[in-house]
């Protein structure tokens, strides 16, 4: 015999104040990381660093090497209206930055970033070959 | 005097010991966490025979993000009969069974207690399988990856086997070969959530659930308990226990950020903990030095990487290490006798504790028709939780 709970459902709010440059950034096209003094980058980025010091903004840019990458076929609930999709980390210099493509990309390619809104309207990275 | 027994604490080491281990039946299970806790405790106090009033700490393990309950220590602790003798609740994602031994293990090193429990529990089954998946995904950084990308879990360690594919030639046969190992091994295993061999075909066949992952290439959703009773040395002589030694403990994490790691061939959580280990017991070849291994096989991929990070074979060779049969039984290192987190199941906290339970068996020659022949009389377990964001190891001999 089996009892169904009580219903809980959950949806958060998520302050991302401290890194609105970088939410700001993804709908004007921009992907910012964050470089301090002290020589550390931050790809996600964060406002201060570790040993203390508030970061500056910097853009990544340029051209990136495909590290690894997957196609998810098995769809996770929050992307029932995604087909599968392929998620790719490629090597921007000091950071690395997860993205999606559209492209049958391999590990070694060499690619360049845009953002772009998903289908659920998610402003994200996207990578294309070079 | 005070002064001078202060001094000489410091230098007495104070070795703790598995005296009793118990684990539930692993796969879809219509019982309650506490109820499936409970098989696990009481087979293991059974083993011990110790009731609860001589254990002075519980420690409760339970991810507990897919269950109803979502606090479950104190539901757990209670139903068990432990009420008013910890819980400290622990959570490492899927190392939490880990994270638990590893509490009463300190708790009994820093003298609080002299027998203490360990209790990994944890039901996957109560939800459906994209919710669960949308959960797994969350054991990383929610913020800057699920939420953009949607990365799964499986899509994590699918991540890892293009990066090993590409780099070393690896291919999808031989991480099919460690599923195949895995299931013949559990089929022997009443308590597994499979019991049914299968083959390199069928693996590369399955479902693909996330490129190169298929089915078959994936451990269970599932539901299990595991227990294990840890005592003092005083304890030991005390109650006449027959125990398995931990030699040595190694522990450590990584980014929560897959973007943040420096390569995607290896786990260096493992690595770092392997090494930790090694040295406490001072193991220079670790392919020469244990009886059995378990690792953490939660995807296929995941136990290739593990042979080379543990030291087994090198960087890169872990295709070739279960084409050789090196890791079977009759191999080098006969790896998750019981059939892995593959084929055994992996109820997450449940995995951890019941790697300890799979090498107490086999330390002390209770492994029945799955039992390795022992030489060294020692094993380890490999533990990982999320993907390499916990890693322990522990050593332990009889």
Request: glycine share 10%; charged share 25%; proline share 3%.
């Amino acid at each position: 015999m089996i009892v169904e709970s009580r219903e809980l459902r959950m949806k958060h709010r998520i302050p991302v104040v401290k890194t609105e440059r970088f939410w700001k950034g993804l709908e004007e096209g921009k992907v910012f990381k964050t470089v301090c003094k002290c020589g550390k980058s931050y790809y996600p980025p964060r406002a201060e660093c570790v040993c203390g010091a508030t970061t500056e903004w910097a853009e990544v840019s340029g051209e990136g090497i495909v590290e690894c990458f997957t196609v998810v076929h098995s769809i996770p609930a929050g992307y029932e209206w995604s087909k599968p999709y392929r998620i790719v980390i490629a090597s921007f210099g000091d950071v690395r930055v997860m993205g999606w493509s559209n492209e049958e990309l391999k590990v070694g390619d060499r690619v360049t970033l845009y953002t772009a809104k998903d289908e659920s309207g998610v402003w994200k990275v996207w990578f294309k070959k070079v | 005097m005070r002064k001078f027994f202060n001094f000489f604490a410091v230098f007495i080491v104070m070795r703790v010991g598995v005296v009793g281990a118990g684990c539930s039946k692993f796969g879809q299970r219509d019982v309650t966490i506490q109820e499936l806790a409970f098989e696990a405790v009481s087979e293991a106090l059974k083993d011990a025979q110790l009731s609860q009033e001589d254990i002075e700490m519980s420690v409760v393990g339970c991810v507990g993000t897919r269950g109803y309950e979502l606090m479950p220590a104190v539901v757990v602790n209670e139903y068990c009969g432990f009420a008013g003798k910890g819980p400290i609740r622990v959570e490492a994602a899927c190392a939490t069974g880990s994270a638990a031994v590893y509490t009463a293990y300190s708790s009994i090193k820093a003298g609080i207690a002299d027998i203490a429990i360990a209790i990994g529990v944890e039901k996957m089954s109560e939800v459906d399988t994209a919710t669960s998946a949308a959960i797994g995904g969350r054991a990383g950084n929610y913020l800057w990856e699920f939420h953009f990308y949607g990365t799964t879990f499986p899509a994590y360690y699918a991540m890892h086997a293009t990066a090993h594919m590409a780099k070393f030639g690896t291919t999808e046969k031989q991480m099919a070969l460690t599923a195949v190992k895995a299931h013949r091994n559990a089929a022997k295993n009443p308590k597994a959530h499979f019991q049914k061999e299968i083959s390199v075909e069928d693996v590369l066949k399955s479902r693909m659930i996330t490129y190169p992952l298929k089915l078959y290439d994936c451990s269970p959703i599932g539901d299990g308990a595991s227990a294990v009773i840890l005592a003092s040395e005083k304890a030991v002589k005390e109650h006449g226990f027959d125990p398995v030694w931990f030699e040595s403990v190694g522990y450590s994490s990584d980014t929560s950020n897959m973007s943040m790691r420096e390569g995607y061939v290896g786990l260096k959580a493992t690595r770092m903990a392997a090494e930790m280990a090694y040295k406490g017991a001072k193991i220079t070849e670790p392919l020469n030095s244990f009886d059995l291994a378990t690792v953490h096989d939660c995807f296929t991929i995941a136990e290739i990487m593990a042979y080379e990070d543990l030291g087994f074979c090198k960087k890169g060779e872990g295709g070739k290490f279960i084409e050789n049969g090196e890791s079977d039984f009759g191999g080098k290192i006969p790896v998750n006798t019981f059939g892995g987190l593959k084929a055994k199941g992996h109820p997450l906290a449940a995995t951890g504790v019941a790697m300890v339970y799979e090498v107490f068996k086999q330390l002390r020659e209770e492994a029945g028709n799955l039992q390795v022949d022992l030489k060294h009389y020692r094993a380890l377990t490999h533990n990982v939780g999320g993907t390499g964001h916990f890693c322990w190891v522990f050593i332990l001999g009889r």
